[in-house]
């Protein structure tokens, strides 16, 4: 079992990138359609100088929504990001930038301990957010920091999504690379050798030697097993990256040396490791509905009044998730 410092750490990276949702192959930008219709419809629903709570907020995306809305309505909302991640969104977030200013982001804070003071939200929001909480935890600090009356809504991942699928998907084909196909170790292999030709006759001599042969076979064989689950897959994106990575590598080994080829490669394989630790991370917080009806008890016991999850559907028809709302008693 991975720790939380190392699931942090997935995450880290993932954020850096500046990526505004955690489902980056369905949503080029920000949530859009009927996730965004349910966010735009609670902030809207707040009181003008509203504190609001966006809880696990990744770079802002919820909170960026919420803004959106504030301003749209002229509701003045006072609204903060809080995530157990080292997230910066004011310097890697680079679409819409200028829904992030006005909010208060506050990196590597938990929300099973924030560090509010009490009953000074009146609105506390998650986005795939409150299944990576410890959930006794998190219920009792919401329940501290949540003002009389104040209201809560979380969108929940599903265990049947298609965001669950997505991510099944990649990291069937992250096996694929590392596991099935050795792809990178048989890049490596032959840009070692390429690289240690210094000399052209050393270089023109790789066409009749043994094992640049069979270094060039295996990476052939290996490429050509990746393009064909690339073309095969519905989500080919991180196939597709190390075909390309790869490629470049081998560019870059010829033009600039075997360090900048190999650096690349490096690169590319541990972006994907780290993407890979994210989505298995992502997989395990999928809840079924047992799993949802415990969430609304615990809220329940931590005084506050739940409404009957719902499911929530993409405007084109996939299941996104569960949807949870609540009110402060």
């Known amino acids: 079992m991975k720790s939380h410092r190392d699931q942090d750490d997935s995450w880290n990276k993932y954020w850096e990138h500046g990526f505004l949702t955690s489902c980056r192959n369905a949503f080029v930008g920000n949530y859009e359609g009927a996730i965004k219709a349910r966010w735009v419809s609670f902030f809207g629903a707040l009181a003008s100088g509203d504190r609001v709570l966006d809880i696990c907020t ?46 208060s982001f506050h990196p590597c804070t938990a929300a099973e301990d924030t560090g509010f003071e009490g009953a000074c939200f009146q609105a506390v929001a998650g986005q795939y957010a409150l299944e990576y909480t410890d959930l006794e935890g998190c219920a009792a600090e919401l ?18 999504s298609v965001v669950m699928e997505t991510s099944r ?32 006759e050393a270089r023109r001599s790789l066409g009749s030697d043994p094992e640049a042969e069979r270094a060039r076979e295996h ?30 590598a081998y560019r870059r080994c010829g033009s600039q040396g075997m360090d900048a080829g190999m650096t690349l490669l490096a690169e590319c394989r541990q972006r994907i490791s780290a993407n890979v630790e994210r989505l298995e991370d ?38 996104m998730g569960w949807m949870l709302t609540a009110r402060r008693r």
Not at 143 to 160: E, G, N, T, Y
């Open 58 to 103: 990744g770079n802002g995306a919820i909170a960026m929504i919420a803004n959106e809305v504030s301003r749209d309505k002229g509701l003045d909302l006072e609204i903060h990001g809080i995530d157990s991640a080292a997230i910066r969104p004011h310097d890697t977030v680079t679409r819409n930038r200028d829904l992030l200013e006005g909010i």
């Open 143 to 160: 329940a501290r920091i949540s003002a009389p009356a104040a209201r809560l809504q979380f969108i929940v991942h599903h265990d049947k």
């Open 169 to 200: 998907e990649e990291i069937r084909n992250a096996a694929l690379l590392f596991k099935e196909t050795g792809f990178f170790d048989r890049a490596a292999a032959i840009i070692a050798i390429v690289g240690s030709a210094s000399t052209p």
């Open 219 to 248: 990476l052939n064989r290996a490429a050509e097993a990746v393009s064909r689950a690339a073309e095969a897959s519905p989500h080919p994106q991180l196939l597709q990256m190390a075909l390309q990575n790869v490629a470049e």
């Open 282 to 319: 992502l997989m395990a917080a999928g809840r079924g509905e047992p799993d949802v009806a415990h969430m609304v008890a615990v809220f329940a016991d931590h005084g506050f009044r739940a409404d009957p999850p719902a499911l929530i559907h993409h405007e084109r028809g996939p299941l």
